[in-house]
């Protein structure tokens, strides 16, 4: 027992987290909110090369095996940072691929590039596959032009996306269960999960229609189960709900992130903030409720720790409600304290404020983690 | 002691109801913080007006119906359960034009509220300034004064309206230098297309301009555009702010419509049990907040005046809209994120409310010396 | 619509509480913890006299006529002075006792005292019993010695009672639901409602046994459904429910008074206390914990004035919930800002600290009063 | 980083818990606040001494086990999972034990410790005085010099345990008039039975003496009693109170078993989907505060001190408490008005969590003070 990071994974945190503040993440957030995508891209070559998008991929694919708690020092970092992007679904796409590669023949039928939408043949071969499939082919088709994946099968284009995930190279979005794809119109692959049992996995072809988040930085999409349908099988619904562990940990890894941003940003701003004389952060009230902020988020993140320690749902669930409501308290509290000039979207606090609650809901609800944590769910 | 309205009320009550229900647009309009919904709202208060619904408790002069405030909450009541749209026009009616009535001239009255009664102009407030937000005291904006008016220089913030609006109001300082920061303000009114105003609008949390910052260079101000005597402004706006933080900021009727629809989207969510008795504390903060305005208004009818009270009322319903609309967000679940939802701009909304009208920090701190008489001035 | 108390409504609470004032009640309070209730009958007596136990009896039973507006007054007043005994179990007898004498003989048999426990007759005669039925008549009864009650019929019981509940004279409790009997020892009539469908009511010949509350002033019994069948019928039901409803509104208006009264003692406390050479009144997170307390009140109050001008059940129990809500967020907010003083049973504190969450829970807890007004319960 | 116990770890807990599973009685002691749940307590831990269960974490001499931080945590989970009595002894072994470990000597030690450890002598804490609450510096009993020791006269108040317990420690003001009041304070233990203690129990809300007042006439403490220099009795008690509000107050077994206890409670009442939630909290918060206490006991092994983040720990578990109760006695409905039932005694218990042991408002302070480094002085 000894639950605390090492030096190795403290220097990791360090590093990103100098890298990040280097890179004027805050302007990528704003250029990624008006659809421009350009720094934001150049923030996660940036990451990719300190290795945070090979922490979901296994060595296989050129990544660095699966290393949740490593995940969540990047996803804090991330959160911390404000970094736009798919993030937290090119990870679960990740983790959703790798199963379904490692999953046996009867647990997963995957397209076979030969057959139309329907027709699934067997898996492909067991080596690497050629990981050459321009993503272009597959986004170009639609069920009628299913000839253009004859470059490789799609268990050798899921090996090869893996291999482009973990060199931060390519981005995923993943719609489940009828919700959003974030930011589907900038990701490289936009995968639908679909059918009764959610056994079935589309490559889709077009992003769909786009609602706007509350956190501008984030657009919703609604893409169809159309495209190519990249696999099917038990197999999928199994690699579903680990990529939704998987995305629920990120995610709340990235609360803290937001949460503590939130926190320091407001604590600097009511330090220098003068009221009837002095300053605001001089009055007990102030004091009390940044208190209670850093206790939400200190008592938060050791869940997270632990849920990257287990992968055990329940102990995921349990990070995800706290580390979400922690932040929404921070968010709350900022805006509080900031006074009018918080409720802005000009100061860029509001990067992180319209951020909190977004994050609270996504990949899994305070609802349905409380419900699994007492077992209704 | 009873909760029954008279018949006039009642009769009166059952006439707007009749009137929304003919006029209240089918689809909701544009957000009153957007351009083309600024317009849209514009239109809907010269639709008010013209049958004398815009302003019911002014006197009929002034296109009002003499309503008091009993009729003025049966109308409120009426109106948001009608789902009528946002009233643009709220800073004019609820903030100046009560000042108008207790410290304005005659002339003052026929030129300005008449045509605030029909939309044609539409006010922004100008309290704040930079380095003053809740510690409005210490304005530094200054009226110089010069032949036949004012000259007005310096900085506003947190102008709401202002980024659409025509005109303004707010308190610049007159006589600088005098021992006390309430002394020597001046109440002025000016034209925000006036030369040497430039607005700059501010973007809210959903980015829409909800606010403006205010540049002003010497902008001449005519004598009649001064609100009570110069250098009372402090005194003149303290009767404003007394009623913007009393009665009428936030009517009743407001909360119980959004109370009645969060039930119904309760119903129609599946009645999730995990969140029914946070529905029940939405019905009851609303019936809460109702009563507590009937017993206010009831001693305001009686002849008492809104004290210290205020501020308990101000508390409140800004963390009651708080929590209402985080309920209806987690009913929706996932779908809450969607910043288009028709619960989704009520709640950008909402979070404003702890900060402005003074902060909640500083209400606590009224109620707790002023109410319950604990010691002042540590904090 | 004039939602103000008139002079005479605030006559009368100015007379309670100058009356309950002058009368020492927390010793009262305090002798009555100890089983000694002498202190107590003689503040009911005053009370009685100041016309507040004639407030729930109509006027053709020496009552005032229901007043349930004048009733919450008397009852703020009572909690303000943490009065003991069963007042509001009194108030609740008064109410049922006087539905069954109203209801025809088709909603409700009466005893007729001729026959066994089982055997009902019909109503008695119209006009006022003999109301002479010594109380002790009727305890001393079990269901062999039914001989003891040819003094009256049911109702002419029923009538009498209700004399001299109106006059002070006579003390009650009730069991319904299987729940407890406050001060069953102590009362003068100790009524249980039992049967599938709740349609008989029993007058018990034991209290039963008694088990401690929070509140040392308080103690709860379990009368069994045994001794005499009083009345039997459906009207029982339905009276039952009209009893419950004043129940719960005569609560609700005492814990508004336990409220008020800890508040008041909180503020005056942490005025004159000084730590770290201030008051501890001047503290900002005190002055704000206590104006929380004062707007949990002040939005108690109106709901419960508007619960006595409609007696709606929903009504009723928007005020039974927020008042015993009120009461015990002023019950947290005296205990912490007492400090350790305030965790002893010295401190006169303590009489109402100790009475908040048993007001909350009696007569309807939240959890069943929110039930019913979003129509579950 | 790891949440795995080591084998030595396992073993020792696994010990434990069979040690637990034969001795622990079938029914609930008598409630300890009382005399006779006070004896039955003190048996009880004479029964852990007797197989080196009562002080663990002490060193073998002493009658521990030389446990390290990590296995004390593995011995009071498994304790309260066990479900075993309230420990009669903790003033002595949490409060007065780690202070003669740190600052008393080798033959104080040696006479005091052992009869802690096996329940023979019952430890009160003598902190606070009828005007120094949360003020702690501003002592005024006094102890005088005399032949040989000194003189103890003053007044006491909140001792715990000391109804019923044997002797006492605390803080006296040993040189007054020094320029600040943390100077001049002597470390000193005593009898309660000495010529001169008056002992006047105070009962608690619900009425069990749990603590009392002391009354101290010139009595005489032995030079041997005095704990560090005398004078230097702040520091010394610093460290006590450190560790008092550090780690080891409450341990996170006691919270984990409670939750545990909760989620039964509503399994065996229905599971009201509207009580789900806190339920949740429950579970979530046992498990957080384990961890919490889980990354601190890890530096702490790593050699690091416990700072102002015990501030955290005090908040965080003294509401966590009272919100578990609250949540239970929720659950039982009308039937939580029984003052005898399994949750009330806990639930009173957790009341008094904000305020003792340095109220919450005084943590929120040094919270905000020390770890987030917001202005000192103003409150």
Redesign the interface.
Same mark, same amino acid.
């Given at each position: 027992?000894?639950? +605390?990071?090492?030096a190795e994974?403290r220097d990791f945190a360090r590093t990103l987290d100098s890298l990040l503040a280097a890179a004027d993440s805050p302007s990528a957030a704003r250029a990624w909110a008006r659809g421009d995508h350009a720094l934001g891209r150049a923030l996660w070559d940036r990451l990719a090369k300190a290795g945070v998008f090979a922490l979901a991929v296994p060595e296989a694919f050129d990544g660095a095996g699966r290393l949740p708690?490593e995940l969540t020092l990047g996803f804090e970092a991330l959160g911390r940072h404000a970094v736009p992007g798919p993030a937290v679904e090119t990870v679960a796409a990740a983790v959703l691929l790798s199963e379904l590669v490692d999953a046996g023949p009867d647990a997963v039928g995957f397209h076979d590039g030969g057959l139309d939408g329907l027709g699934l043949g067997d898996a492909g071969p067991d080596g690497p596959g050629p990981g050459g499939a321009e993503l272009g082919d597959t986004r170009g088709g639609g069920p009628g032009s299913e000839a253009g994946a004859a470059a490789g099968d799609g268990a050798g284009y899921a090996r090869g996306l893996l291999s482009r995930f973990a060199s931060g190279d390519a981005l995923a979005t993943l719609r489940v269960d009828g919700?959003?794809a974030l930011d589907a119109d900038v990701a490289d692959v936009v995968l639908v999960v679909a059918g009764q049992t959610g056994e079935e996995l589309w490559l889709a072809a077009e992003p769909g229609p786009a609602? !706007?988040?509350?956190?501008?930085a984030?657009r919703?999409f609604t893409p169809a189960a159309a495209g190519r349908l990249l696999a099917r099988g038990p197999g999928v619904a199994a690699g579903v709900e680990r990529a939704r562990a998987w995305g629920a940990l990120a995610t709340a890894a990235q609360a803290v992130g937001v949460g503590r941003a939130l926190?320091e940003q407001t604590?600097g701003y009511?330090?220098e903030r003068r #009221?009837?004389g002095?300053?605001v952060? $001089?009055? #007990?009230?102030?004091?009390?409720r +940044? =208190?209670?902020v850093?206790?939400a988020l %200190?008592? =938060?993140r !050791?869940?997270v720790? =632990?849920a990257a +320690? $287990?992968l055990d749902p329940v102990?995921i669930a349990?990070a995800k409600?706290?580390a979400g409501e922690a932040a929404c308290t921070a968010a709350r509290a900022a805006? #509080?304290l900031h006074?009018?000039i918080?409720?802005? %979207? %000009?100061l860029d606090l $509001?990067l992180w404020?319209?951020k909190a609650? !977004?994050l609270r809901?996504?990949w899994g609800? !305070?609802?349905?983690?409380?419900?699994r944590?007492?077992g209704?769910g | 002691m009873d909760l029954t309205h008279d018949a006039e009320t009642e009769a009166f009550r059952g006439e707007a109801r009749a009137w929304l229900a003919a006029h209240v647009p089918s689809a909701p309009l544009p957000s009153l913080e957007t351009r083309e919904g600024f317009a849209a709202h514009r239109a809907w208060e010269a639709e008010l007006a013209a049958d004398r619904w815009s302003v019911v408790s002014w006197p009929e002069p002034y296109g009002g119906r003499g309503a008091d405030i009993m009729r003025w909450l049966a109308f409120e009541e009426e109106y948001y359960a009608a789902g009528a749209p946002g009233r643009v026009s709220q800073n004019g009616i609820n903030l100046l034009a009560p000042t108008l009535f207790d410290h304005g001239t005659q002339e003052q009255r026929a030129r300005v509220l008449p045509p605030m009664a029909r939309g044609e102009v539409i006010w922004a407030q100008a309290w704040s300034e930079p380095e003053s937000g809740s510690d409005l005291a210490s304005l530094r904006s200054r009226a110089v004064r010069t032949n036949g008016g004012w000259l007005l220089s310096g900085q506003k913030t947190w102008s709401s309206r202002a980024a659409f609006a025509d005109r303004a109001f707010g308190l610049f300082r007159s006589e600088p230098g005098l021992p006390r920061p309430h002394l020597g303000l001046t109440y002025l009114m000016f034209d925000l297309r006036a030369p040497g105003v430039t607005v700059r609008p501010i973007g809210r949390l959903d980015g829409k301009p909800a606010f403006a910052e205010l540049f002003l260079d010497e902008v001449f101000v005519p004598d009649e555009d001064v609100i009570g005597a110069p250098g009372e402004g402090w005194r003149v706006a303290m009767s404003t702010a007394g009623n913007e933080r009393g009665l009428t900021l936030r009517s009743p009727g407001r909360f119980l419509a959004s109370a009645r629809r969060l039930a119904a989207l309760w119903g129609s969510t599946g009645r999730d049990p995990a969140v029914g008795d946070r529905v029940a504390d939405a019905l009851i903060g609303a019936r809460a907040y109702q009563l507590f305005t009937y017993a206010g208004a009831s001693r305001f009818a009686a002849g008492a005046t809104i004290g210290a009270e205020s501020s308990l009322n101000k508390v409140f319903w800004s963390e009651y809209d708080i929590a209402l609309h985080e309920t209806a967000l987690d009913l929706l679940g996932p779908e809450a994120e969607r910043a288009d939802g028709p619960w989704a701009e009520g709640w950008v909304f909402s979070l404003a409310g702890p900060v402005y009208a003074g902060t909640n920090e500083i209400q606590r701190d009224i109620i707790a010396e002023r109410l319950l008489g604990l010691p002042k001035g540590r904090r």
């Open positions: 027992m000894r639950f +605390l990071l090492d994974q708690l919700g959003y609602a !706007p988040s509350h956190d501008p984030r919703l926190l604590v009511v330090r #009221q009837f002095v300053a952060g $001089s009055f #007990q009230a102030v004091k009390h +940044l =208190a209670d850093l206790l %200190e008592f =938060a !050791p869940l720790h =632990a +320690l $287990s102990d349990m409600v706290t805006l #509080q006074g009018a918080g409720y802005t %979207e %000009e $509001s404020l319209r609650r !977004p809901d996504a609800t !305070p609802a349905s983690c409380r419900a944590i007492v209704v | -």
